[in-house]
C-alpha cells in the first residue's frame, strides 16, 4: 500500500509561483512512476506532468514552459514547481504513483490563482 501526501498549494496571484510537494511512503520510491493532475470545478481530472524513474519528463501543453516536475529519491518525493500561473491554473491538484500494477492517488491540494 502507498501512501501519497501533497503540500503546497494556496492562493496567488496570476504572475506568480507556487511549489507543489508529494511525499510518498509505502513502496520503493525510485522505482515508481510519478504524476501531478489537476481537477478544477466542473472538469475531468486533467494529467499535468509526469516523471519516470529514469528521470524523463512530460508535461501538457498548457503548462510547458512554465511547470517543472522534479522528483528526490533520498526524500521520496516528488514535486511540481509552478511558475507565471493563470487563473486557468485553478484547481485541485492531485499527486498520482503506479507501483506494482497498482496507481494510486493523494488526497489533493488547492491551488487558485486570482487575476
Known amino acids: 500500500q502507498v501512501q501519497l501526501v501533497e503540500s503546497g498549494g494556496g492562493l496567488v496571484q496570476a504572475g506568480g509561483s507556487l511549489r507543489l510537494s508529494c511525499v510518498a511512503s509505502g513502496s520503493i520510491f525510485s522505482s515508481m512512476f510519478m504524476a501531478w493532475y489537476r481537477q478544477a470545478p466542473g472538469k475531468q481530472r486533467e494529467l499535468v506532468a509526469t516523471?519516470?524513474?529514469?528521470?524523463?519528463?512530460s508535461y501538457v501543453d498548457s503548462v510547458k514552459g512554465r511547470f517543472t516536475i522534479s522528483r528526490d529519491n533520498v526524500k521520496n518525493t516528488v514535486n511540481l514547481q509552478m511558475n507565471n500561473l493563470k487563473p486557468d491554473d485553478t484547481a485541485v491538484y492531485y499527486c498520482?504513483?503506479?507501483?506494482?500494477?497498482?496507481?494510486?492517488w493523494g488526497q489533493g491540494t488547492q491551488v487558485t490563482v486570482s487575476s
Open positions: 516523471i519516470n524513474r529514469g528521470g524523463s519528463t
Open positions: 498520482g504513483a503506479s507501483s506494482n500494477l497498482h496507481y494510486y
